[in-house]
Nanobody, 121 residues
């Protein structure tokens, strides 16, 4: 098992940037595929980005390609989501996810409690 704690959310203006962090503990971090999901008001939780065990491959939802970058630092047991050119539509609670299998990238076993991102127009 692994425990996940997100941080870095806040209020930003449209066009601005924000960097989210997810700190993991309780298991070898490099054993986990890491993901970011988000849930905006009135919407289902959706996949945002994922990164494989060592950062060799990344995956993005079409809506964030070119604007968001996922990365990980296994030495720090942390995964990041750099968000640029933010839009009001990016407003959501962002959740960090973890799973040992890449096949479960869309439905990870472990979740953090979320951090709120509010993009003003």
């Amino acid at each position: 098992q692994v425990q996940l704690v997100e941080s870095g959310g806040g209020l930003v203006q449209a066009g601005g940037s924000l960097r989210l962090s997810c700190a993991a503990s309780g298991r070898t971090f490099s054993n986990y595929v890491m993901t970011w999901f988000r849930q905006s008001p009135g919407k289902e939780r959706e996949f945002v980005a994922g990164v494989d065990w060592r950062g060799g491959s990344t995956y993005y939802a079409d809506r964030v390609k070119g604007r968001f970058t996922i990365s990980r630092d296994n030495a720090k047991n942390t995964v990041y989501l750099q968000m640029n050119s933010l839009k009001p539509e990016d407003t959501a609670v962002y959740y960090c996810g973890a799973d040992r299998s890449l096949e479960r990238i869309g439905a990870p076993t472990y979740w953090g409690q979320g951090t709120t991102v509010n993009v003003s127009s």
